[in-house]
């Protein structure tokens, strides 16, 4: 629920978050769920004063440090419950300054260089009573900017393109001066951590993981276990005084929050299914995140664009959208764009660039890659059955143990030099919902030929061992989505680039397909400070993203959020940031 503009991913998390049950339900919500919120809304009038809410992550936080590669989802909620930032969401995607930090923030110069000037609200002070300044803004820079190595950071976009960081005319302004011109600078300096965590690289590394000393937002940390965070209200807030006394982020395994919201012993809660019942309502919307079908181009059949383009061609993205979407009475348009989702601004459909959905043209690329269709081997059925090997896989690997099925060509098979075409699909095993997209691709790609060996592996090996490792054909993941795509997305479709070990180095390109022109126009995108045409460069990459057939996204992914119905100011939140200090129970 909760977005850190940071988007510092946890790959394993994002992709098994991906696989919310496409179940029936319906929304209690007063928000409009197409426009990407759906909360329990309420003016702060009619929210109670004090209250403890508990509120279910998937897993304590690795860390409370938003830039460290540990952080969780429940870092992020940590972060925005606590700290200052520049920018938070709107439902939509878009960046809104916080004006709790900030009077006023905008570039004031952009030649010869770009200049970003930032008023400070002379509120603003950190829960000591020391006011938040430009020591603050200079010491994330310094930690961030990825010249010190002693410094352990998930990322340094942006902050590697400042060249200085000081004190303006007034005590209240801070100035950042930036080396290379930077489209996406509102997505700098959230959240906002004090100088004391990031002064120095021993407190950035090891300080901020079990603990904060100080707060700048509506809460302050109460105190952390290996099961959950208390946040309590911060008295020296400047800002709207928090509803409630104390936030409590508890560690929840999906099968059991149902229970425990039925039970009182949760508040809030993102369920894999409809949970309404006397106490408890479901709000929907669509989330701040997509699944994907993932080409892995480097070996194998795949490394042939014309195959991938075939692959993708066969599949029917509008019927896979409807057959997890429409189930929960969501928009089941697919999705056309991998850098912007459906409910941002901006969103524009760009799958044209690869080719609608279409058998016979993915039978016929595949001839022209020389796969020529032969009859079926005798005895060879259709449909799903053990695959050959399955037995010796699981001998093998008794940790991690590979449940394999087969699905086999509808008609006739086909082959190149002798070999069938066969394609292995590697799925998360306990994902209901990524295991009958799964299954019905499979069913598509036999329609045109392809032989598919579905491989369920363990979850906490899928990312690690498979996905990271480049050991598929095809698989599925998610993503979320962002504010400052030209930012965070080009990691995941940069060109991979050798390593001098000879190695190959994807950053998060998992299926290791990229080109020079993609890449081009990313820092086209990344560099430009005219909006529209940042948005023109960032809408060529993402049709060059399509014609290289490396990432093929389907749908914008479900998110239900069960509610206590006393519960105010929570909900599906979608992109939108959540305000902490409004969240309560009705009076």
């Not at 208390?230 to 928090?242: E, F, I, M, P, Y």
């Not at 409590?248 to 019942?277: F, I, M, N, W, Y």
């Not at 409910?343 to 080719?355: E, M």
Request: glycine share 10%.
């Amino acid at each position: 629920m909760a977005r850190s503009a940071t988007l510092i991913r946890s790959a394993t998390a994002v992709a098994l978050a991906a696989a919310v049950a496409a179940s029936a339900g319906c929304s209690a919500g007063k928000d409009d769920p197409l426009a990407g919120t759906d909360l329990a809304s309420a003016p702060r009038d009619g929210v109670r004063d004090g209250g403890t809410l508990r509120w279910a992550v998937d897993a304590a936080p690795g860390t409370l440090n938003a830039f460290q590669a540990g952080a969780n989802e429940a870092t992020a909620l940590v972060a925005g419950a606590v700290l200052p930032a520049a920018f938070r969401l709107d439902g939509k995607g878009r960046p809104q300054m916080d004006t709790d930090l900030l009077r006023s923030a905008k570039v004031v110069r952009s030649e010869p260089q770009q200049v970003v000037s930032y008023r400070l609200n002379p509120k603003a002070v950190w829960s000591d009573g020391r006011p938040i300044g430009a020591a603050d803004f200079a010491a994330q820079w310094k930690a961030l900017r990825g010249t010190d190595d002693a410094y352990w950071t998930a990322r340094n976009a942006g902050y590697d393109r400042i060249s200085s960081v000081t004190a303006g005319k007034g005590a209240h302004e801070v100035k950042v001066t930036f080396g290379k011109r930077y489209a996406d600078w509102q997505s700098l300096f959230t959240p906002l951590y004090p100088k004391g965590v990031t002064g120095t690289s021993k407190a950035f590394n090891e300080g901020a993981r079990r603990t904060l000393p100080v707060a700048g937002g509506p809460f302050a940390l109460g105190s952390v276990s290996g099961k959950s965070v208390t946040l309590v209200r911060n008295t020296k807030w400047w800002g709207d005084r928090a509803k409630l006394s104390q936030l409590v982020l508890a560690a929840t395994p999906a099968h059991q929050r149902a229970a425990d919201l039925a039970s009182g012993k949760l508040d809030v809660a993102e369920v894999d299914r409809d949970v309404t019942g006397k106490h408890v309502a479901v709000y929907r919307t669509r989330a701040a995140s997509y699944t994907q079908l993932a080409l892995n181009g480097s070996t194998g059949p795949l490394a042939d664009e014309q195959v991938r383009h075939a692959v993708a061609r066969a599949v029917d993205r509008r019927a896979i959208a409807k057959s997890v979407l429409g189930p929960l009475g969501l928009p089941d348009e697919p999705l056309g764009n991998h850098l912007l989702l459906l409910t941002q601004a901006g969103y524009a459909d760009h799958s044209s660039a690869l080719g609608t959905s279409d058998t016979k043209a993915a039978r016929a690329l595949l001839a022209d890659a020389g796969w020529q269709r032969t009859a079926l081997d005798p005895g060879a059925g259709t449909g799903a059955r053990p695959g050959a090997g399955a037995a010796e896989r699981n001998q093998a690997a008794p940790v991690h143990k590979v449940e394999v099925s087969v699905v086999e060509p509808a008609k006739t098979v086909l082959r190149k030099n002798g070999k069938a075409l066969t394609l292995r699909f590697v799925l998360p095993k306990s994902s209901t919902t990524l295991n009958a997209v799964g299954d019905r691709i499979a069913t598509m790609l036999s329609g045109i030929g392809v032989r598919t060996e579905l491989q369920r592996v363990a979850d906490d090996s899928f990312f690690r061992d498979h996905i990271a490792a480049g050991d598929f054909d095809l698989t599925l993941y998610g993503w979320p989505g962002t504010a400052f795509p030209a930012t965070d997305t080009r990691p995941i479709f940069a060109k991979p680039e050798p390593a001098p070990d000879g190695s190959l180095v994807v950053a998060q390109n998992y299926p290791r397909v990229g080109t020079d022109l993609i890449d081009q126009l990313f820092d086209q995108a990344a560099g430009e400070l005219d909006p529209v045409k940042a948005r023109d460069f960032a809408a060529r990459a993402d049709a060059r993203i399509w014609a290289a057939a490396g990432s093929i996204p389907l749908y914008q992914r479900p998110e239900l959020v069960a509610l206590r119905k006393d519960v105010l100011n929570a909900g599906a939140f979608g992109f939108a940031t959540p305000r902490f200090q409004d969240i309560g129970f009705r009076k």
